[in-house]
């Protein structure tokens, strides 16, 4: 089954200021510590804070193969999905945005030894999360992986 693909930016916001939106975020565990992502200045929110990188679940997409798209598209890497460890309400969203909000489920994954993520946004590797991280990849940090 083919998957449809991502909508324009105005059918997304009337979509989503009626429903939830589903996401995935990869919570990537190195030796360095959790792999986070630094929003840069964009349309979505949160410009200048750091959060765990994913996004939505497409139509008719499994949540494995989300996961591995978005490993994929924002970090370049293929990843190993270890366990489910909740999951986030992204309440904010409608203040960054001003208009809806997501639910996040949370993944435990690993990438292999000697992968180089890049991303077009800053990366960093941390045991405690920053103080300027998203609120609720904070609380998630500060709940599940401290």
């Known amino acids: 089954m083919s998957i ?57 997409e499994s949540i494995e193969d989300a996961l591995k798209r978005k490993a994929e598209e924002e970090l370049g890497v293929e990843i190993e999905i270890e366990k489910l460890l909740g999951y986030t309400e992204c309440f904010s969203e409608r203040k960054e945005r001003g208009f809806g909000y997501s639910v996040g489920l949370e993944f435990l994954c690993h990438m292999p030894k000697g992968a180089s993520p890049r991303s077009n946004e800053q990366i960093g590797y941390f045991s405690t999360p920053p103080e300027n991280t998203i609120p609720e990849h904070k609380q998630f940090f500060q709940e599940h992986l401290l």
């Open 4 to 60: 449809p693909q991502p909508f324009s930016h105005e059918e997304f916001k009337e979509i989503y200021s009626k429903v939830p939106r589903l996401c995935v975020d990869l919570i990537i565990k190195t030796d360095q510590g959790y792999l986070m992502t630094l929003r840069g200045n964009s349309r979505d929110g949160w410009a200048g804070q750091w959060y765990f990188p994913g996004g939505t679940v497409y139509m008719f």
